[in-house]
């Protein structure tokens, strides 16, 4: 069962940039779709961006091109680079596997994501 441990999280001033770390307990190079989802209070947790073990990434709409996967796989590490932060960014951004079954299929809900990190909070204000 893997375990995941976001850090990275803070505040941060429109325009500015952060990046977030999620380490996970074991190997998940190619076995596991890895994704970040974000929530706001009162809000569902929507994912942004995922990385299936194929190494292809999806990023939702709201931060596409500004948002950037990586992995660093000899330290079962990913990372969510966000630059051009907004106002609109605030929330708490959550890490989360699913194991691939029989294809690298990536899930949008978070109800089909098994894992979870405990969440990194990030807050865009001036």
């Known amino acids: 069962q893997v375990q995941l441990v976001e850090s990275g999280g803070g505040s941060v001033q429109p325009g500015g940039s952060l990046r977030l770390s999620c380490a996970a307990s074991?190997?998940?190079?190619?076995?596991?779709?890895m994704a970040w989802f974000r929530q706001v209070p009162g809000k569902k947790r929507e994912k942004i961006a995922s990385i299936d073990g194929g190494g292809a990434t999806t990023y939702a709409n709201p931060v596409k091109d500004r948002f950037a996967l990586s992995k660093d796989n000899a330290k079962n590490t990913l990372y969510l680079t966000m630059n051009s932060l907004k106002v609109e960014d605030t929330a708490m951004y959550y890490c989360a596997a699913e194991r691939h079954v029989y294809n690298y299929y990536c899930p949008w809900n978070a109800a089909d994501f098994s894992f979870w990190g405990q969440g990194t909070q990030v807050t865009v204000s001036s």
């Open positions: 074991e190997d998940t190079y190619s076995a596991y779709c």
